[in-house]
């Protein structure tokens, strides 16, 4: 009787540590791994049009999705087998005089990451005095308590104009490999009619 309720006590923490990786593994209840058709409809759910829905490689935006309080684009990311495996969530452009703008952006996505994700690795890394370069992500925080995934917050400055970027990475979805023949079936199946 006591293995029994040894086993039980095992499988219900397994059980408790999966569900809760779930809670990681998506964006907005869309979790990763789902396939291009998938994204686009849950997406279409939400009562948002994506574009760039066709094409391998493409990626499926949203224009304006609200973050919480923030305004932003939403780009979804696929890998060579079509599976959803990053997203990125980024605020529109100001130019200097309003830098302060970008800095409360990336204040409040990291913000909604650290609920998400956990307590960041450091304290913020830029702020509206760093000396910013130019068309790279000038990292502010960054999340490595969920091991299967790459999270940080960053501000880009680009033509002398800043935004803010979130960006997650599934690391084991991004470098699936390509499953042999799947391009082959997939264009196969688009290519032909419908009715």
Known sequence: MQRFGFIVTILTLLLSMEVCAQRYNDFAGIPFGASRETVIEEVMKLGYEPYGQRGEGERVVIPVFMFGELPVQVD????????????????????????FKTIEAVEYMSRQFTLKYGKPSGPPAVTEETQFKESILNIYQQWFAVKVLNANTAVVQKNDRYF??????????????????KKAKDTANTDRPVF
Not at 86 to 98: A, L, P
Not at 164 to 181: D, F, I, M, P, Y
Request: aromatic share 12%; hydrophobic share 35%.
């Open 164 to 181: 803010a970027v979130g960006s997650v990475t599934h690391r084991t979805l991004a470098t699936e490999k390509q499953v042999k023949g």
């Open 76 to 99: 979804f990311m696929f890998n060579k087998n079509d599976k959803f495996y990053s997203f990125e969530i980024r605020t529109g452009r100001v130019e200097k005089n309003r830098l």
